[in-house]
């Protein structure tokens, strides 16, 4: 708790006034969190401090919200273009990223609890930079975007958090995830200077070879890279109890046609949805258990004992063979660098409507890095 504020004052986050009238004071409160590496062991106690941001008013406090996010397909893409590049990914965390944003609202927010001033209790904090919590805090990293795009490197147009920059007989590739910066280069000098002017300009943490991000573990060989989400697998199945369960080696029955089940016994929706949540992010490294997941997902609604049934059939074939949570995505080195894409159809599969599901998916090269299951609009 005491480097978290001491890093404030380093960054020179805010000052300590008189409680303003008729102003709005945003409360804050404490979060900690044990901070854990691939393997699930912990690495670092944290405490952070954050703006309630409930307690803002639009308008006043705030006016826009929207931030860029990286997309999986643009890790996945990276990932495959370092394999062909012969590049190696590094990974660099920016401390307190928010804090290097400048507010352009009048904001105020309450003394840290059990940090407050002895002398003068009732101040408060007028902000400078934007705070963890505040909803326009996501915009305020664009201080971190505006520093590499005067050191060169392009944002895309598609990706907002992807930089890029060409130089002779090489590239440098940097994406952005809040405060994760992953980042790589064919020429060593370049990736020198990058760490060298990043470590400059901010407070960096954490460098070293990329092994996790994004929820993803992440792998680098000689030959390829290997992604996987091994521990948010064996998280999943403990977390649903299915542990001691029987396990599975389809994630659906050939057989299986599920429908609206409208005579069928109701469930908790609840943890029907937290079941579908957690197996939609679980693709991001499974593709085999796309088709399954969407389809499940479409009875979120009013979900039945057949539907859950069949959901944790689907959390059941993590455990298909010893290691089978070991399951994802190869990346080799060698191998070509064309963009193919495939496409399948399950033609009036849906028993409810009639309507057909389409599959694809895309592969640069022989890397897999884009798929998706959807059923189809009307005409």
């Known amino acids: 708790m005491q480097l978290e504020l001491e890093q404030f004052e ?29 393997l699930g062991n912990i690495t670092r106690n944290k405490a952070r401090l ?9 308008g006043v406090d705030f006016d826009e919200t929207f931030a860029p996010v990286a997309r999986l397909e643009s890790i996945r893409l990276i990932l495959a273009f370092a394999c062909v590049l012969k590049i190696k ?30 002398h003068i209790p009732n101040h408060v904090y007028k902000l400078k930079k934007a705070l963890y919590g505040l909803k326009q ?3 305020k990293y664009e201080r971190l975007t505006t520093f ?3 050191k060169g490197l392009k944002r895309e147009s598609v990706d907002k958090t992807l930089f890029i920059q060409k130089f002779k007989n090489g590239i440098t590739i940097a994406q952005i995830y809040v405060d994760d910066i992953v980042f790589g280069s064919t020429s060593k000098q370049k990736l020198d200077e990058f760490v060298g002017y990043m470590s400059s300009e901010f407070e960096m943490s954490m460098v070293g ?10 792998k680098q060989f000689d030959k390829g890279i290997f992604i996987t989400q091994n521990k948010y697998a064996k998280n999943l199945i403990k977390r ?3 542990d001691n369960k029987k396990h599975m080696k389809t994630p659906m029955g050939t057989n299986d046609k599920l429908s609206k089940d409208e005579n069928g016994t109701p469930i908790d929706p609840t943890l029907y949805r937290s079941m579908i949540g957690s197996l939609l992010y679980l693709t991001a490294s499974r593709p085999d258990i796309s088709y399954s997941v969407c389809f499940c997902a479409r009875y979120q609604s009013c979900p039945k004992e057949s539907h859950l ?68 609009k009307p005409q």
């Open 148 to 150: 590499l795009c005067n």
């Open 10 to 38: 380093r960054n020179n986050v805010w000052d300590l006034v008189p409680r303003p009238e008729n102003s709005n004071v945003i409360g804050t409160k404490w979060i900690f969190k044990n901070e854990t590496d691939e």
């Open 137 to 139: 805090a996501p915009r």
């Open 89 to 118: 990914l590094f990974q660099m965390d920016v401390k307190s990223a928010f804090l290097n944003g400048f507010l352009n609202e009048e904001v105020f927010v309450e003394q840290p609890k059990g940090f407050e001033n002895p």
């Open 50 to 58: 954050v703006a309630q941001w409930y307690t803002q008013v639009e």
């Open 240 to 242: 649903f109890g299915l």
């Open 209 to 218: 070879e990329l092994n996790y991000f994004f929820g993803l573990q992440v």
């Open 309 to 376: 049934k069949a959901v944790k059939r689907i959390i059941r074939i993590l455990r298909y063979l010893k290691g089978c949570q070991e399951v994802g995505l190869w990346y080799p080195k060698d191998g070509g660098f064309k963009l193919v894409g495939y496409s399948d159809s399950h033609y009036v599969g849906c028993r409810a409507d009639r309507k057909s599901t389409s599959n694809t998916c895309q592969m640069l090269g022989n890397r897999l890095v884009s798929w998706f299951s959807k059923k189809k």
